[in-house]
């Protein structure tokens, strides 16, 4: 009997505790589902995700990838939230989806560190990336092919280039990289190339030349090609959700994107 006693004792035990770990914030800190896009990862390194958890003391399971899995991600309730380089489709708002802006970040325009040009005009650019110039001396540079490079099409860089350089026109490639950031590599390693990407922190941008666009560098007032990144959510968000956002619209938090030449959106 008293074997049976203590059987039963610890099965109501585990029942209980079992019970206990699953209630929110009981046993257990909540943890917030995170689908951030790699543009928007690559600009802030993971740190501000890092000084989340620490003040807050919630637990952020993070995903990187493309903008579009990052949304994706969310409308099949894979994450709670998602950090997207490109805009939610108008019709999304329909079924409920918030996109908060929180940051406007230059769309740079690259090269391998040997290429002696330094600035490229729109109409040229656009004609690099149509397939009507394809070699540097057409730029103002040397006799060499250039080689174009590009992210992905799925990504929010290619699509938003194409918007914004292209007006929607077909872009052509030699060269396509799996991620936007991945182009930074391809750059620094193959001569005579030319990609884009957003502008990202000053020691990984240090392995590439950024070109002017029209005479204009990335920080200048009226650069051409800038883009708006947005926090995505299901509804108006509640906690843990809402802490995040607030955390990423903090004082301290838009100072430390000013230091790295990003401009925050204030609410």
């Known amino acids: 009997m008293k074997i049976v006693s203590k059987s039963i004792m610890i099965s109501v035990l585990v029942v209980v505790l079992s019970a206990l770990i699953s209630v929110p ?3 257990a800190a909540e943890k917030l589902r995170y689908s951030s896009s790699a543009q928007v990862n690559d600009v802030f390194r993971g740190e501000g995700v890092s000084r989340f958890i620490k003040e807050t003391g ?6 990187v990838c493309s903008s579009s899995s990052a949304l994706h991600r969310l409308f099949n309730g894979v994450c709670d939230i998602a950090s997207s380089a490109e805009p939610l489709a108008p019709n999304h708002a329909e079924f409920g989806y918030v996109e908060t802006p929180f940051c406007k970040v230059p769309m ?6 040997e290429t002696p040009v330094d600035n490229i005009s729109e109409d040229q650019l656009r004609a690099v990336f149509s397939g009507e110039i394809t070699n540097w001396k057409e730029v103002g540079g040397p006799d060499h ?3 174009a490079i590009t992210p992905g099409k799925d990504t929010a860089a290619f699509k938003n280039f194409s918007m914004l350089a292209l007006k929607r026109s077909e872009v052509k ?5 799996y991620r936007s950031t991945m182009v930074v590599t ?9 990609s884009f990407v957003t502008k990202g922190s000053a020691d990984r941008d240090a392995a590439i030349k950024i070109l002017k666009v029209n005479g204009k560098f990335y920080n200048d007032k009226d650069y051409s090609y800038i883009q708006t990144f947005s926090f995505v959510t299901q509804g108006e968000p509640s906690d843990p959700v809402k802490a995040f956002i607030d955390f990423a619209k903090s004082p301290a938090s838009q100072q430390r994107m000013k230091e790295s030449g990003i401009v925050p959106i204030s609410y």
Do not use: K
């Open 108 to 113: 740079i325009v690259i090269t391998n560190l």
């Open 58 to 63: 919630y637990e952020v399971d993070m995903f």
């Open 186 to 194: 391809s750059v620094a390693r193959i001569p005579w190339s030319i």
């Open 173 to 177: 490639y030699d060269f396509m990289a």
């Open 145 to 147: 092919d250039i080689i």
């Open 25 to 27: 914030g009981v046993m």
